[in-house]
């Protein structure tokens, strides 16, 4: 059981280490000179020049989008396409410069939550999520990434109290949004691991119902031969 476990903990986490560029020692040993590999750059008084080079950025985005939103958006999504390729630095890159277009788009710090999650340092991520959610409290991709992180911390340490607590946030999450995939195979996956077959069959049916993109493949084998009836 708990082989299986650990490998659906590994299939249904956010995002995925493999093909990653830098350890997270060359991370953090790169990020002592590189302002760019920490949120909001670190808080760091830039030069004139910096502060001019990001003058034109925001200029250019907001060209191309009209508004510092959309441009926002926009960088967001093209972190995430770097962070899912495995090339976090870049991804960093491109939320810091979301950031810059509007320091108030929850989805940023999303993306900052994404990059420690990616490196499973927790704590990090947990941080950039709370201040996302101080933004917009009912934002349910990071509800379900912050239930992800106890999910993960679940696998590490089995403790029954990180995985009602994941359960709670992915219920709080599916009152927002009960469209979220990710939410709906997350919540099955919960429930699979209490052995509640009927919530965990729920979840995963509505999943499936709406297309089922997360759902993998061991994932199904291993909740139909344990709550095959």
């Known amino acids: 059981m708990k082989n299986i ?11 995925s280490t493999f093909g990653q560029q830098m350890t997270y020692n060359q991370w953090k040993e790169e990020g002592k000179t590189n302002i760019r590999l920490h949120p909001k750059y670190g808080n760091a008084l830039k030069s004139e020049g910096q502060k001019q080079a990001d003058e034109e950025l925001i200029n ?38 979301a950031w810059l277009l509007d320091p108030k788009n929850e989805n940023v710090f999303w993306g900052f939550g994404a990059v420690y999650f990616t490196f499973q340092d ?14 917009n409290p009912k934002s349910s991709n990071i509800i379900t990434d912050k239930a992800s992180v106890f999910m993960s911390e679940y696998d590490q340490n089995k403790e029954m109290n990180n995985l009602n607590t994941a359960i709670n946030l992915f219920l709080k999450s599916y ?20 052995s509640d077959c009927k919530n965990a069959l729920k979840y995963y ?15 199904t084998e291993a909740l139909k031969g344990k709550c095959a009836k």
């Open 5 to 15: 476990i650990t490998i659906l903990i590994i299939a249904l986490i956010s995002y």
């Open 60 to 97: 250019e985005y907001l060209a191309k989008e009209g508004t510092h939103r959309k441009a926002s958006e926009l960088l967001i999504k093209l972190g995430f396409d770097y962070l899912y390729r495995g090339d976090l630095k870049t991804a960093m890159y491109r939320f810091n410069q």
């Open 122 to 135: 927790f704590q990090s991520a947990m941080k950039q999520y709370d201040e996302g959610l101080t933004l």
């Open 175 to 194: 009152s927002i949004d009960n469209k979220n995939q990710n939410t709906l195979f997350k919540l099955s996956a919960c429930y699979f691991f209490k």
């Open 205 to 219: 049916k509505e999943c499936l119902k709406l297309g089922g993109e997360p759902i993998t493949k061991e994932y």
